[in-house]
């Protein structure tokens, strides 16, 4: 594969022209899911450098969410799309496609499968011809931190809860204002860099918008243009979203707080049971 520049981007001519392998791993699927229509295969997470030089096909769907970093997305149907933080790539079973970050990223990411998965798809909720989508709800980090406390268990309930995240996250990332595949300020990029890079710390629209030069007006504008969101509910979106992942690693109440930014624990609960519509005490007893 031809890579052009310093940035390492490959010219979209190239595509037709690249190797293309096929996943094989896949986890076999329990009689009940299978009659169920749609199973969770795996979810994962990692902060990767790592740039493909062949185009994949995972031969499942899968829901990769950007917390940090940018880079780009290329497919036989999409071409070549920039991916920012705060969005989500969807893999689908039979198209062949590669991400990589322009320097390291962080992401996470829901992979599934099954008929009732090929339905959906048949009637537009997702569509590889916009594999590039923004999670404004954060649905996919929101899907695999609930998720994270379901994998291995086995049971009717088990099952169908599984499926009813991952229909919950597709919900969100079809309504969840369009694709992202447009040209998005720079400035605005790098606001949205900091606020995942700095979530722990002290963060307002008005700081956010002098640090990069821009008028609080202006910032808001692009801020809700660009995510559906304003800043500050985008802000508290993503520390709820954080302070899941804590939980469901078996922090306490208190610990998640801080971890996600927020100085009063009795706030965080009062924000946490309204974004997630579970109280943080029975999320976490929940994940243990």
């Not at 790098?190 to 002098?210: F, H, S, T």
């Not at 927020?262 to 029975?282: E, I, L, Q, S």
């Amino acid at each position: 594969m031809a890579m052009h520049g310093g940035t390492g981007f490959m010219d979209i001519s190239t595509i037709g022209r690249l190797e293309v392998y096929r996943d094989e791993k896949f986890r076999a699927p329990s009689p009940i899911e299978r009659r169920i229509g749609l199973w969770v295969d795996r979810i994962g997470a990692s902060v990767s450098r790592e740039r493909p030089r062949s185009l994949r096909i995972l031969g499942q769907y899968a829901a990769v969410y950007v917390r940090a970093g940018a880079g780009r997305f290329i497919s036989d149907t999409a071409g070549r799309l920039r991916v920012h933080p705060g969005t989500a790539m969807l893999l689908f079973p039979e198209e062949p496609c590669m991400y990589f970050p322009e320097t390291q990223w962080d992401t996470l990411w829901v992979v599934w499968n099954g008929g009732e998965a090929a339905r959906l798809e048949a009637m537009g909720y997702l569509s590889p011809r916009r594999p590039v989508v923004r999670d404004p709800r954060c649905g996919v980090a929101q899907a695999h931190a609930a998720l994270g406390e379901l994998m291995g268990v086995e049971g009717l309930a088990a099952v169908l809860r599984r499926k009813m995240v991952v229909l919950n996250m597709i919900h969100d990332l079809y309504t969840g204002h369009g694709p992202a595949q447009g040209r998005t300020d720079e400035r605005l990029e790098a606001a949205l860099r900091c606020i995942d890079e700095e979530l722990a710390q002290p963060l307002n629209a008005a700081d956010l918008a002098r640090r990069f030069h821009l008028s609080p007006t202006h910032f808001r504008r692009l801020f809700r243009e660009h995510t559906g969101m304003g800043p500050r509910e985008f802000i508290t979106a993503r520390r709820v979203a954080l302070a899941k992942e804590h939980l469901s690693r078996g922090a306490t109440i208190k610990q998640a707080a801080r971890l996600a930014g927020f100085d009063d624990v009795f706030y965080f609960m009062r924000v946490f049971r309204k974004v997630a519509g579970v109280t943080a005490g029975r999320f976490a007893a929940m994940g243990r």
